[in-house]
């Protein structure tokens, strides 16, 4: 049965929603859910812009096949290449032999690499600046590189002032029939979602999204709806959600007056990045494990470093029973491996248990958080 949703008068959401895949990338826990969003453009000719994941190919077949309305195919526009998106295409061109490609050098390269059979179809290679007319419809090209993928761009439909943007601005999340970011409470609950994709997925490449909207500024005010490949479509405030991408992409924190407590070994380290990014001080608090770090921590501590996160302001609390070492070792973990961070010289430090005797040092540890605030 299909299922779609009027983006504007000539544009369809053909996507899908997954429920059960638990998690996305083998990594992340998506209890939500997430939707793959695929559109087909109807104009003079018709466009489908990117396909969606191999596990949802018959929704999208059929949602493409309602639209459609017995038309053929006349595009396949491909924005990024990753299988949440492309898995579909080799499909795509046995049902639409006629059906011409639009992407990118680097994308077709990646097709045939991933085993496509794009040959026989008309590739249209296209890069950034280029235009291209459906009819009513002209579009453009921005390059996207490494957001997420260095094939990815993204597509600004110049007529209608609607960005696809690949995978940014994109959210964990499946959309269960609101489609648009204004029918559902965004910041109650998806922008923790939003945080969690941005950061894990892409946080690495903050430079690079900021690239990009640096592009985008350029263009801002033709931007009339954000049509993402994951999460809902914005058409109102997106300047609200753009602010949000800036922040995150930048390692600037969200707030500094809020405070979060997580037990490592009990929370997924994908939320306590995304929680890293939103705060500006963590205190981070360690028994000593093996002579070490305990391992939760050090995994959280590795992903810090592997996503790049910088700019923030460390407390250490650290305990052990015969031999005290994780805040040492914490300390030159942040001082060595992870870039722009302060690491306060007060710490507390306990040998097996939090006595009243501890209360001075425990005192100026929060004592000199909060004089780092000012
Ligand atoms: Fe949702 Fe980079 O793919």
Redesign the pocket.
Known sequence: MYCVRKVTNDLYWVGANDHRLALFENCFPIPRGVSYNSYCLLDEKTVLFDTVDWSACRQLLENLAYVLDGRELDYLLVN?L?P??AACIEEILLRHPKVKLISNEKAFMLMRQFGFHVDGHECIEVKEGDTFSFGKHTVTFVGAPMV??PE?MVTLDVTDGVLFS??AF?TFGALDGKLFADEVDFERDWLDDARRYLTN?VGKYGPHIQLLLKKAGGVLDQIKYICP??GPVWRKDLGWFIEKYDTWSRYAPETMSKVAMYDVSSTHVSQLISEAFKYSHIVLASVTYNLGIYPAMHDFLMDMKALNLQNRTFAIIENGSWAVKSGDLMQKFVNDELKNMTVLNERLSLASSMGTDKRTELEALADAILESMK
């Open positions: 990024h990753e949440d998106h997420h993928w990815a690949a995978d994109g997925i490949l994951h």
